[in-house]
Every structure is written in C-alpha cells, then in structure tokens.
C-alpha cells in the first residue's frame, strides 16, 4: 500500500494484519442462544403523531439475533452497522428492514429489535384551558423469524386512582396515588399510541395533566372522588376498551398502583389473546 509522506513523498505502509475471529470458533458446550447482541443504545428516531404527522424523540434500542450452538460468539459490530446502513435516524417503516439486515450480516434465523423511547403529548387543562407537556413511555417489540414479522406495541400511561373502600368507609375522604398502567398489544392494522392512552385515561378515576390552576386542580380532585377504582377496576376497564377495538389481536393490561398509605404496591393484571 502506497502513502503520500508530508513532504509529498511516496512511502509504503505495512499490510493490514490480519486477526484471528475469535467469534467464529467453534463452541462444544452444544447449547443455542436465543438472543445475543446489544443494548442499552441511544438513538434519533421519528414516531407517527396522530395529530402532527410525525414526531421527533431519541430511543433506547435493543438489537439480537439467535446463536447457532456451533459457534462461539457473535459479531457486536455488525449490529450499529446494520443500524447505521439505515440512516441517521431510524423511522418506524424502517424497523422491517433492519431486522432483514441483522439476519443477512448475521446470518441468523431470527433477529430481534426492541425500541423504547418518550413520546410527548399537549395537553389542555380541564377548566382553565392551559397548556403543558406530557411525556408518555412507548416501546416497540419486533422479533423476524425466518419470514415471519411479530410486531409489539407497548404503552405506559400513568393516571390518578381513588380507593373505593376508603371512600366507602372514611368520613372526611378516601386516599388516592399515581398509577402506572402498561398496556402491550399486537394488531391487524395501526393502533394510534394516543388512542391507547386515551383508553387508560379513560379507565381510572382520572387523568394526569402537566399544567394545572388551582380550578383545575379542583375538578380533577373532585372528578377523582365521583370515579373510585380499584386496581382490579382499572385493568378489567382498560380490557373491555381493547376488546371493542377489533383491529387488537392480543393484549396484556398490567396495572400498578403505588400506593399512598400502604407500604407496597397494589398490582393487577389481564391477558388475552
């Protein structure tokens, strides 16, 4: 190999050395991998709004692929190469293609990407009419097995529950918390990740809000004490919404209520599909 030296001279350089792949040994243990790749990879993405089109955020991604029990290890790099080979940013028509990408550089039969990013919402007070900023978690699961794509939506929405019991039996009020309610769902066609918050905020006693004036600090305070629910109230709501939208195929409804006079957490959950 030829350089040009500072001076405009021409000077060899040393071959590239060749290294020994230690990846590709042979392993004797005879034991397959599931998943084996990357994680905890921050990355721009863009996300379809169903008000604006499109919006902006930045991602925790997740790349693997299945190991054959001949070899010994996997090829890191071959994973930000396979994310980079699609752009700088990562849109969500693209997740199809990088997983035929992880396959073929791979040449695995199974590839998996995992997607985990805030998705922001405006939302407008209930009385005053202010606005604020709400940030929600979405995530998506997608798995490529030979030819077949699984698909994953997940959505985590946090509301406000109010205990019936304590309402039933206390005279002055009933203790309320923040919940945080995971809904991850698989679907015929687009399910909006807006649509899906709507139904948990819908489900609970009542919603968050980044913004409120002492107005509408009181109607949410008072809508929550006219609307009580368990925990167990709050996933079998959640479901019966889920089960009228008939573009679901599978859901499961977690919902967790961090509780405000007891020292653990009230938990429930339904599945179905």
Not at 175 to 183: A, D, E, L, S
Request: charged share 25%; proline share 3%; aromatic share 6%.
């Amino acid at each position: 190999m030829l350089k040009i030296g500072r001076n405009g001279g021409v000077r060899n350089s040393p071959p590239l050395e060749k290294l020994h792949d230690k990846q590709s040994e042979r392993d004797h243990r005879e034991l397959r991998i599931d998943k084996v790749g990357v994680r905890g990879l921050r990355f721009p993405i863009q996300v379809r709004d169903k008000a604006r089109a499109v919006q902006n955020t930045v991602a925790t991604i997740g790349m693997f692929v299945d190991l054959p029990k001949e070899f010994k290890g996997t090829h890191m790099s071959r994973f930000i190469e396979a994310l980079n080979e699609h752009g700088s940013v990562i849109h969500v028509e693209n997740i199809v293609k990088i997983l035929r990408t992880l396959q073929k550089k791979l040449n695995a039969a199974t590839s998996h990407l995992e997607i985990e990013f805030p998705y922001f919402m405006v939302k407008q007070a209930p009385v005053s009419g202010g606005e604020g900023l709400m940030d929600y978690t979405a995530r998506f699961d997608a798995t490529a097995t030979n030819g077949d794509i699984d698909f994953v939506l997940t959505v985590k929405t946090n509301v406000t529950t109010l205990c019936p019991c304590s309402k039933a039996i206390a005279r002055y009020g009933a203790h309320n918390q923040r919940g945080r309610v995971t809904v991850a769902l698989r679907s015929r066609g687009i399910v909006w990740i807006e649509d899906v918050i709507a139904m948990v905020e819908g489900a609970a006693s009542s919603e968050l809000y980044a913004l409120l004036k002492r107005q509408d600090e009181k109607a949410v305070t008072e809508r929550a004490y006219e609307n009580p629910v368990f925990v167990e109230d709050l996933v079998r709501n959640v479901a019966l919404a889920l089960n009228a939208e008939e573009r679901v195929t599978w859901y499961k409804v977690e919902a967790e209520n961090f509780e405000s006079i007891h020292n653990h957490n009230a938990y429930a959950c339904i599945e179905k599909g």
